[in-house]
């Protein structure tokens, strides 16, 4: 499956400068790698691929590709153990509805994936079937009560 970059070699650099790595490099490996990075880890919150006016994915990409180069072409792991740290808990802020996205027109997006818990009438109460023989699967007397209750 092919990537679709969030970012480009220009804004990648406006940001970081290495040496001995090149345009072709970031656009062709660590670019793409950091935007399918980022868009498995968001999908299950967001609708990936991202536009291309979002700035928050545009950055999350620059920070991906750097810390796929610090991985695999340095030494200096401390460097990328604290960059992963960063963009993890960036992540998962948005994912569980700490953050949200910037777009370029300053509108936002909160996650709009399934991690919420759907909300329900009869959360409260024990369930009617359980293990028991079927003659003493009651209905819990707290939502009997409540019923009776909302009848007055």
């Known amino acids: 499956m092919p990537a679709h970059p969030y970012a480009t070699y220009a804004q990648f650099t406006t ?12 656009n062709d490996h660590y670019l793409p790698s950091g935007a399918r990075y980022l868009d498995s880890r968001l999908s299950r919150a967001f609708t990936v691929p991202f536009s291309s006016n979002n700035l928050t994915a545009r950055d999350m990409n620059i920070y991906s590709a750097m810390l796929l180069f ?24 948005l994912v569980i509805g700490n953050g949200v996205m910037s777009l370029s027109d300053d509108t936002i997006l909160a996650a709009s994936g399934t991690q919420f818990q759907a909300w329900s009438t009869s959360e409260t109460y024990h369930p009617v079937f359980n293990m028991l ?6 209905v819990d007397v707290d939502r009997i009560d409540d019923e009776l209750d909302a009848l007055d």
């Open 70 to 93: 610090l991985q695999g072409r340095t030494s200096k792991q401390d460097d990328a153990k604290e960059l992963r740290g960063m963009l993890d808990q960036w992540i998962r802020d």
């Open 15 to 26: 940001v970081y400068s290495i040496s001995g790595l090149s345009q072709a490099q970031l």
């Open 133 to 138: 023989d079927p003659a003493e699967q009651i």
